[in-house]
């Protein structure tokens, strides 16, 4: 069974950058075929897709937040991580994890971390 | 605001079907597999149906999924109160690379 737990700090200032990381269980993140992604939920509203990364590196970024985006890999810590550069109070949001099919579904997610962006 | 247009919400009685509309373009539903994704509240979404019309192992067949042109549908039969959660369609975009779009969810009353 593939689990994934993200982890990262629930407070960022604006202006600074948020960053995430998201340990994943039950798969070796080596193989091809799978995408590891950031989707947000903003306060009482709809999902927005962020990126992904494939095993190899290989990163797709939502354009409307391209310029801030930094999604990076270790596969030999069976991680992954988003950061977020300076951020202000929209990008407050719960953040999830997801491992993404090449057909396209998002098949295991993780729990999601709130994430304030505050001073 | 969404790529993909759903209604904002759908009611119906126990044991009853409803309907959820998913509406895009040639783009992204018309050109791609659409998945569904349930999320109850303070949970995160959950798969029910990927490449628009197959269910993941465990998802009962009441749950059903289907594509006709630049639009898709989630069907569910039998109604119960635990179906009461936000549903969300998704696709890829075509024109857009690697894009992703999600609709804008649909809240489901259980009358």
């Known amino acids: 069974q593939v689990q994934l737990q993200e982890s990262g700090p629930g407070l960022v200032k604006p202006s600074q950058t948020l960053s995430l990381t998201c340990t994943v269980s039950?798969?070796?993140?080596?193989?091809?075929?799978?995408?590891w992604s950031w989707i947000r939920q903003h306060p009482g509203k709809g999902l927005e897709w962020i990126g992904y990364?494939?095993?190899?590196?290989?990163?797709y970024y939502n354009p409307s937040l391209k310029s801030r985006l930094t999604i990076s890999v270790d596969t030999s810590k069976k991680q992954f991580s988003l950061k977020v550069s300076s951020v202000t109070a929209a990008d407050t949001a719960v953040y999830f994890c997801?491992?993404?099919?090449?057909?396209?579904?998002?098949?295991?997610w993780g729990q999601g971390t709130p994430v304030t962006v505050s001073s | 605001q969404s790529v993909l247009t759903q209604p904002p919400s759908v009611s119906a009685a126990p044991g009853q079907k409803v309907t959820i509309s998913c509406s895009g373009s040639?783009?992204?539903?018309?050109?791609?597999?659409v998945a569904w994704y349930q999320q109850l509240p303070g949970t995160a979404p959950k798969l029910l149906i990927y490449?628009?019309?197959h269910r993941p192992s465990g998802i009962p067949d009441r749950f059903s999924g289907s594509k006709s042109g630049t639009s898709a549908t989630l069907a569910i039969t039998g109604l119960q109160t635990g179906d009461e959660a936000n549903y969300y369609c998704?696709?890829?975009?075509?024109?857009?690379?690697?894009?992703?779009?999600f609709g804008g969810g649909t809240t489901l009353t259980v009358l």
């Open positions: 490449e628009t019309n």
């Open positions: 039950g798969d070796s993140m080596s193989s091809g075929g799978y995408y």
């Open positions: 997801a491992r993404r099919m090449w057909s396209g579904e998002f098949d295991y």
């Open positions: 040639t783009s992204d539903i018309g050109n791609n597999y």
């Open positions: 990364i494939d095993y190899s590196g290989s990163t």
């Open positions: 998704g696709t890829g975009d075509s024109s857009l690379g690697a894009y992703v779009a």
